[in-house]
């Protein structure tokens, strides 16, 4: 298994009226954690671009236990469970400064080849990056 953490602080823009994260703000978090974790094996998404490779998200989940305030720094942890073949799946965990669990995640990404628009599988630049 994978697992990387990463933090990041809530911005005022990021909140309702409340001080509370807006939910849709939660996947945004979430891809700060896998591109931070991928600039970690030396890999961005712009370089997969220049390689002719694009990763969309073809399925997104989230449990909301608690809330995410206005200046609050989170910890984002991300675990990866399998090797990826076609697709890379993802669990996520956010929790305030304190320690406390406040989201948990599901993402599923697809490799595809930007020219065909068809899945693909993972890059042997990636894959050989990642130790399990």
Same mark, same amino acid.
């Given at each position: ?48 671009? @220049? !390689? *002719?490779?694009? $990763?969309?998200?073809?399925?997104? #989940? ?6 995410? =305030? ?25 929790? @305030? !400064? *304190?320690?406390? $669990?406040?989201?948990?995640?599901? #993402? ?6 930007? =020219? ?17």
């Amino acid at each position: 298994m994978i697992q990387f953490s990463t933090k990041a602080r809530i911005r005022y823009g990021e909140t309702d009226q409340m001080g509370v994260v807006y939910h849709g703000n939660y996947a945004q978090y979430f891809e700060i954690a896998r591109t931070e974790w991928l600039r970690t094996l030396g890999i961005t998404y712009k370089d997969m671009e @220049n !390689e *002719g490779v694009m $990763l969309p998200v073809i399925s997104l #989940s989230f449990k909301f236990l608690d809330s995410a =305030k206005y200046d609050d720094i989170i910890t984002i942890n991300i675990s990866i469970k399998k090797p990826p073949v076609v697709k890379i799946e993802f669990d996520y965990e956010i929790l @305030n !400064e *304190g320690g406390k $669990l406040l989201t948990t995640g599901n #993402s599923v990404l697809a490799f595809m080849n930007m =020219k065909t628009g068809k899945p693909m599988k993972c890059p042997d630049y990636i894959s050989d990056r990642l130790v399990f």
